[in-house]
């Protein structure tokens, strides 16, 4: 026999039911999980470059300090601090910080697709000679004696299985070609030539 009471004590179900307008548990933690990432991020930059990211200065010192312990779990534990100072920062900062890390890592693949155009013309001088011809062509500064001698040396280099001395002094001089201003590097290389 069916209660009759059942259900009606006086309350409708529904006022138990709360409106959470707070992050739900799971989403708090991919938050701090994905601030832990970044600050990991930022530990593996060199220093120079984190002198350039807009942070607090609590959070740059907990991120050089994390740089210098190469204890593996003293190092974890400095990771958690570093995630835990990130979680104090702004939403304005956050974004900031991923804004120069995007920056970095998609100017870091240009010039990685920079570096590997450059190989490719250096395996294709070694290759043919008639890709020197065109180079100087476009290149006419260029002297054409240093090159075919730098190729003859590195073909040799190669042959006989020595260091490749030659064969990176063509990709500085393929490098200097690619530089958008080429004269500085070209004083640099000359007073780095004077002090050896």
Request: net charge negative; hydrophobic share 35%.
């Amino acid at each position: 026999m069916p209660n009759a009471n059942r259900g009606s004590v006086g309350f409708s179900s529904n006022e138990f039911e709360q409106e959470y307008e707070r992050p739900s548990k799971s989403e708090l933690k991919r938050q701090m999980t994905a601030l832990q990432k970044l600050g990991e991020e930022l530990v593996a930059e060199p220093r120079d470059r984190l002198k350039r990211v807009p942070m607090p200065e609590d959070v740059r010192d907990a991120i050089l300090e994390c740089q210098k312990i190469k204890d593996h779990e003293g190092r974890r534990r400095q990771l958690q601090y570093v995630g835990k100072v990130m979680r104090s920062l702004e939403e304005d900062e956050i974004a900031a910080i991923r804004k120069v890390l995007d920056s970095w890592k998609g100017a870091s693949k240009a010039e990685t697709a920079a570096l590997h155009a450059i190989e490719r013309q250096r395996e294709k001088l070694l290759a043919d000679d008639k890709v020197l011809t065109q180079l100087l062509q476009i290149h006419p500064q260029l002297d054409a004696q240093q090159l075919r001698t730098l190729i003859r040396n590195a073909r040799k280099e190669q042959a006989e299985n020595k260091p490749p001395k030659a064969y990176r002094e063509i990709f500085q001089i393929l490098k200097q070609l690619q530089a958008p201003t080429a004269q500085p590097t070209d004083e640099d290389d000359d007073a780095d030539e004077e002090q050896s």
